[in-house]
């Protein structure tokens, strides 16, 4: 009840006025000063609850501007935008009480002018605060601005607030000082009285010390406790509290910093949910940004989620298109609908809900549900679930839940906590999805390369080179059939067949290099071999495949140790080149190794870079070894199985 303790105090005075003007009517000066001493103390206390009420609206902006710079609530500039609009006319009060005093106040005219100034340094003081940190620290952080949330701004709020409240303590210590020497007084006077009135006296003192431990009990103690449990709030232990056995303001008092505790103590929770929370998402979009298949993702995704939530179980499902659904990844209780379970989506159950609205759904009891799903989770004491979409490039691709056996349901808004994570598992499934549209498109185009390949050599040998064979014994035969009375004729026509046999020759290298029939009839390992004859420099063959090996890869293989031989002949300058392969574990091992002057760097351009697009088409890695001085090592890994078809 607000001026609860002004009105005991003047009470307790008045009925120590009445008391000594009863007893000693002679002594009217001692009853006038007592009279004085009384509106003086009450002058204090007035100042006293005055500077209170300037310190709470202080302590309000104080505590708002950090619950908002921790949480961003604006729940917490409610007290202190109140307390700004308050402490004008509160500071001004403060003042004019002060002032007051210091006219009324004749003994102790120094000290009241004291007192004045220290509450015009109050006001003078707050007000700055206001106008220079509080608001444009808010106005900062607002904005967005990281610099409002700064270590630097809140150490310089603190001290600020720390000033502040150090003219606070000088100001109630000097009040209480001047009532303590008004209290001397008292007694002074009193004591001059004390044969005229042994009675009054007593009873004087004895009214005056209850007052005091009144005064002690209600106002000392509670302060003295609120002192101890703001420097424990401080010192980040947010569990204290203070017992709220106080009166009055007191009374508000301690509760007042009760609740601001437990707002702080609810604020650390959820800033550390809100933390543990985004550790999580940030664990699970790592995993997803490295390009983790999806398979090593959905169970990641759905230990992360069930931890974060705290529930029993976690499942992820994938929608069919003959409306069921599979579960591609559970976590707890692995006996309810196991990975790898088909289920209908009859009846009523998240993956129904989730499908037919495409949004967050929850069940918070499943009794009466129809549907095999429900009588399930009956049988498995599920009370309650909730589930969110997992959308692949705006198509509803599944669903993800999270249940629990607890009596309780889940809190409210969990389910758009898990959204955050499906959100997470669509951008897996859509990279992976795009990775394997990519790989397959390289394959195709690289298949019908070769493809074209074949058909141009095959068109070259069946076609061009046996007409050009046909020309040229044609020629051959004319020239036997001239007589030799035509040796000019004769010598033309040998020119010509001559001609004819070097450019079948020549369209034989080229058919060669378009794609080597060699390799389409006998394989790699003959197909090296031929190769290797033909380079300009000497080759060591370490061949080891145990047999044909699939076209794609046959051909890939042949073309990368072709290119490795133009390279070095061109640009390495070796004297021998080894070539290895074999196969192991499924894979192709293939090396290309020379001496020469190393140095070479596919990202500068070479023939290369398409090979290295070719064995990556086809789900192999290809890797350049070249120091300067030491010479190439070309390696070459790729998979025996085809590039898989995306789904």
Known sequence: MRGGLTRRMAIASALLTLLTS????????????????????????????????????????????????????????????????SFPQASSELVDLTKSAEQNEVPARLTAIHVSGTAQAIKLKGESYIRDYFRPLIAAAERGDPTARSVENAQLGQVMF?????????????????????????????????????????????????????????????????????HRLASGDLSTRMPTTGVAEIGV?????????????????????????????????????????????????????????????????????????????????????????RIALDGRNIGSLVRSSGRPARIEDYEGAPGSVAAIARESGIRSTVGAPITVEGRLWGAMSA???????????????????????????????????????????????????????????DGTQQWLVSLALEVRNAQASVPDTQPQLRTDLADIADGLVA????????????????LARRGLDPALE??????????????????????????????????????????????????????????????????????????NGSGLTGL???VEALGGTITVHSPPGEGTTLQVRLPLSAPAEPT
């Open 530 to 603: 031929a190769l290797a004859r033909r380079s300009p420099l000497p080759v060591e063959l370490d061949i080891n495949l145990g047999g044909r090996l699939p076209d794609h890869v046959e051909v890939a293989a042949y073309y990368v140790v072709a290119e490795a031989f133009t390279n070095a002949a061109k640009h390495a300058r070796p004297t021998t080149i080894w070539v290895a392969a074999d196969v192991v574990d499924g894979r192709l091992r293939l090396t290309v190794r020379d001496d020469g002057i190393g140095g070479a760097d596919p990202a």
């Open 612 to 614: 290295t697009d070719r």
């Open 253 to 341: 008092l301690e509760k007042s910093f009760n609740t601001m505790a437990s707002s702080l103590q609810r604020s650390q929770s959820e800033l550390a949910n809100l933390l543990e929370e985004q550790a999580a998402l940030r664990r699970v979009a790592t995993v997803v940004a490295e390009g983790t298949p999806p398979d090593k993702v959905f169970p990641a995704v759905n230990e992360e989620v069930a931890r974060l939530l705290d529930v029993d179980g976690t499942r992820l499902m994938r929608y069919e298109a003959d409306g069921t659904a599979t579960i591609v990844a559970s976590w707890g209780e692995p006996t309810i609908v196991p990975a790898g379970t």
């Open 162 to 230: 720390d000033d502040i409240r150090w003219d606070f303590n000088t100001l109630e210590q000097t009040e209480q000082r001047v009532a303590a020497e008004r209290d001397d007084r008292a007694r002074e006077n009193a004591n001059q009285a004390t044969i005229a009135a042994i009675a009054g006296l007593a009873g004087t003192v004895v009214l005056v010390g209850f007052f005091a431990s009144y005064l002690s009990r209600a106002i000392v103690r509670p302060v003295r406790q609120a002192s101890v449990t703001a």
């Open 403 to 461: 249940f629990s056996k607890a009596d309780e349901p889940l809190p409210s808004g969990i389910e758009l906590r898990l959204a955050d994570f499906t959100d997470l598992v669509g951008t897996a499934i859509a990279n992976t999805q795009a990775r394997a549209d990519l790989t397959a498109s390289r394959a195709r185009v690289v298949t019908a390369t070769d493809n074209i390949r074949r058909r141009i050599e095959r068109d070259l040998h």
């Open 503 to 518: 450019a079948l020759h020549d369209l034989r290298e080229i058919s060669r290099g378009i794609h080597p029939a060699l």
């Open 22 to 85: 009863a007893a000693f009517a002679v002594l009217l000066l001692t009853i006038g000063d007592q009279r004085s001493s009384a509106q003086l103390a009450r002058n204090s206390q007035e100042v006293l609850a005055a500077a209170a009420r300037v310190e709470r609206l202080l302590v309000d902006i104080e505590t708002g501007t950090r619950g908002y710079l921790l949480t961003g609530e604006d729940r917490f500039l409610q007290p202190a935008h109140a307390g700004e609009a």
